[in-house]
């Protein structure tokens, strides 16, 4: 009974530690090497790794999670566009205090 109790702790709190947002990608964006075409993605934060979700499509990059001090009222992308593409530096994600910042 003790081992049963255990594992179903253990799961809640790995469930607990990932978690997943909504994000909408209006440009292509790029991700490290992998290009993200515009669309609907589900985004898993997970161990510092953040892994977007399309269909098919897959994509995951080292993020660092950050809390602020003040809520969001929507989720926002920031890019660099030094070379011509959009690469996604941070996302701030609506109705919480999360920061996800990348570094390419």
Sequence with gaps: MKKLLLAF???GLTIAYAKTYRLVLFEKSMLGSTELKPG??????????????NGKTK?????KVQSESAKY??????????????????I?????????????
């Design 40 to 53: 609907e993605y589900s985004l898993e934060v997970k161990d510092q790794q953040a892994i977007f979700k």
């Design 59 to 63: 994509a995951e990059a080292p993020v």
């Design 9 to 11: 702790t253990l799961l």
């Design 73 to 90: 009222g929507t989720t926002s992308v920031r890019y660099s566009n030094g070379d011509g593409r959009y690469r996604i530096q941070e």
């Design 92 to 104: 701030h994600i609506g109705g919480t205090n999360v920061r996800l910042v990348f570094n390419d």
